[in-house]
């Protein structure tokens, strides 16, 4: 069965460093997404990215946030400067038009310390 | 997108059928429902999605009344690895890259 695969999987970074985390969706997929999920809590959007560019972000995907999809097979998300509370489970995930679901990778788990 | 409401969790046993009950009163004419399963620390997993009557698949089966108002996962036989967060979803056919709302969801914790 065809997955999301997100690298990597653990990643602890320093306070105001940047940190770029990578996905890769399924092949043939069209929308590609980024959610987090604090400890405990629900799970957030952030962005969707259709066509080489963002089609819906939330209040939460700030200046400090960026995508990208540099090559044909990935999708990555930046964070510029980590802050503590961006520690976090980040998710790629990526869906196919009119599919009305999308599939999930495994996520990254973000320690800022 | 409309809101959904389920309960916080359940408790059941190995081996019983679990049903889940999500209320989606504002539901949309061109509104579907998902549901999606989250184990810890993975990402979200696609378990059943319809849009009226019944659907199954080798994971479970979703009722809808002719309502539409509420919905009903059903889990046949579960076992300790069901144990999981269930999130009920409704909302278009995601035509375009539109995102994806989770709520609280249910928390099922399965007993030996």
């Known amino acids: 069965e065809p997955e999301v695969t997100q690298t990597p999987s653990h990643q602890v970074t320093q306070m105001g460093q940047e940190v770029i985390l990578r996905c890769v969706p399924i092949?043939?997929?069209?929308?590609f997404y980024w959610y987090r999920q604090i400890l405990g809590q629900k799970v957030e959007f952030l962005v969707s990215?259709?066509?080489?560019?963002?089609?819906?972000k939330s209040e939460i995907f700030d200046d400090q946030f960026s995508v990208e999809r540099p090559d044909g097979s990935n999708f990555t998300l930046k964070i510029r400067s980590t802050k503590l509370e961006d520690s976090a489970m980040y998710f790629c995930?990526?869906?196919?038009?009119?599919?009305?679901?999308?599939?999930f990778g495994q996520g990254t788990r973000l320690t800022v310390v | 997108l409309a809101k959904t409401t389920q309960p916080i969790s359940m408790d059941s046993y190995e081996g019983q059928e679990v049903n889940i009950t999500c209320s989606h009163n504002?539901?949309?004419?061109?509104?579907?429902i998902t549901w999606y399963q989250q184990f810890p620390s993975q990402g979200p997993r696609f378990i059943i999605q319809?849009?009226?009557t019944k659907v199954t698949n080798e994971v479970a089966s979703l009722f809808i009344p002719a309502d539409r108002k509420s919905s009903t996962l059903s889990l046949p036989r579960v076992s300790l690895s069901d144990t999981a967060v269930y999130y009920c979803l409704v909302g278009e056919g995601y035509s375009s890259a539109s995102k994806i709302i989770f709520g609280s969801g249910t928390r099922l914790s399965i007993r030996p």
């Open positions: 319809g849009y009226k």
């Open positions: 092949s043939n997929h069209l929308y």
């Open positions: 990215f259709y066509n080489n560019e963002i089609s819906e």
């Open positions: 504002n539901i949309a004419t061109n509104d579907y």
């Open positions: 995930a990526s869906s196919l038009p009119g599919q009305g679901y999308a599939f």
